[in-house]
C-alpha cells in the first residue's frame, strides 16, 4: 500500500513510521532542517518503543511521488490550504485522503478540494513532538489510530489501511461513525489543549488538584454541549467519561498546543476552544471556559515568546 504523509513531524512522522516499519511503502512529505536530516539519517522515534528507519523516502516535491493509495494529512491547521494545494498530484479517483489533523473543522476545507468520495475521516491519539530534525519524541504510551468512511460502510480501502496499520503495530480501528469519533476526541483534545497550554503545565498536577481538575471537566463539558447541539450523539455526560481519560495517560502527557507555546510557534487554538465558541454561537450555547481560554492565549496565537 503506497501511503503519502503529508507533514511529517510528531502525528506524521510517528505514524508514518509505524507504518513503514510494518512494511507499507510510505513516502514521507516534509520541509527544512527536519527534510534534510530524514534524507541524510532518515527517522528515529523515541519513547516507550524507540524506532529507527535508517533509510525514508523522503521529499518535499508530492508530484514525484505519483498517485498514492492514501494521503493522511497531518500538518498544522494553519497550513492545511497551502498542504492541500501540494498533494493534488498525489490524489487519483480511487485515492484516500484522510486529516488525522485536530478539530471537528478540518475536513470543511478538504470538502472544499475534493469529491466526496476521495475522502474518508480520521483522529489520531498519541502524544509526540518534533524533539530535534529527524527525531520525534514520544511521551506515554498511548497511540492510536481511528479512521473510517463518512457514510459509515467497511470498505476494502478501509480494510487495506486497517491492515497496514495494525502490521505496523499501531492501535488502530475502522470506525463505522467517525464523525462521532471525531467529536469523541475534540472533547478531550480541547480540555487538554485549554488546560496545559493556560495553566502551563502537564496532566499530572492539573487533572490532581481539585480545583484544576473541575476546570478541565467543566471546559470539555462545553464542548459535549454544543457537539450535542450539532446533533452529534454525545451522552450528556460525556465530558465524565473522557475524564477519566485524562486519568489513565501519563502524568508527564501535555498537548501539541502546549508544545507550540513553549517553542514559540503559532497557536491551533482558532480552531480547538475558539472552534468550540463558534459553533456554540451558531446554536446558542454558551462556552464561556472556551472564550476565556481562546482570550488568554491571543496575544500567543500567532507565536513569538512563550
Ligand atoms: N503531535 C501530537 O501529539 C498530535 C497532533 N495532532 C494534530 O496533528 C496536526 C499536526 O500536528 P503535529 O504533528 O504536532 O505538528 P508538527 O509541527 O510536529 O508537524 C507538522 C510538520 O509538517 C510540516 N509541514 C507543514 N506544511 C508543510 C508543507 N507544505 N510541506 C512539507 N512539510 C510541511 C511542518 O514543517 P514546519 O515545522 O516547517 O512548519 C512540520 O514538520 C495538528 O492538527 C495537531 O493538532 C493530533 C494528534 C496528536
Ligand atoms: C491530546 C493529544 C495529545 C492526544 O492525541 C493531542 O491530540 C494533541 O495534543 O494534539
Known sequence: MKIAI?????????????????????????RGKHLQAMRGNGLRIEGPEPIHLAKVHATDQPAEIGVADVVMLCVKLWDTEQAIAQIRPLVGPDTAVISFQNGVLKDQFLRAAFDERQLMGGVGYVATTIEAPGVIRQTGPMQRLLFGEFDGSRSPRG?????????????????????????????????????TTTIRKPIGPIRSNPQTRAFLHDVMSEVVAVGRAHGVALPEDYA???????????????????????????????????????????????????????????????????
Open 240 to 306: 465524565q467519561v473522557r475524564l477519566q481519560l485524562a486519568d489513565d495517560v501519563s502524568p508527564d502527557m501535555t498537548s501539541s498546543m502546549h508544545h507550540d507555546l513553549q517553542r514559540g510557534n503559532r497557536l491551533e487554538v482558532r480552531w480547538l476552544a475558539g472552534g468550540v465558541v463558534e459553533l456554540g454561537k451558531a446554536k446558542g450555547v454558551p462556552t464561556p471556559l472556551n472564550r476565556a481560554i481562546a482570550d488568554i492565549l491571543a496575544l500567543h496565537a500567532e507565536g513569538g515568546q512563550p
Open 159 to 195: 480494510e487495506a489501511l486497517l491492515a497496514a496499520c495494525l502490521a505496523g503495530g499501531i492501535q488502530a480501528e475502522l470506525s463505522t461513525d467517525i464523525r462521532r469519533e471525531i467529536w469523541q476526541k475534540f472533547v478531550f483534545l480541547v480540555g487538554l489543549s485549554g488546560t
Open 6 to 30: 503529508m507533514g511529517s513531524g510528531g502525528l506524521g512522522g510517528y505514524f508514518g513510521a509505524r507504518l513503514a516499519q510494518g512494511g507499507a511503502d510510505v513516502h514521507f512529505i516534509a
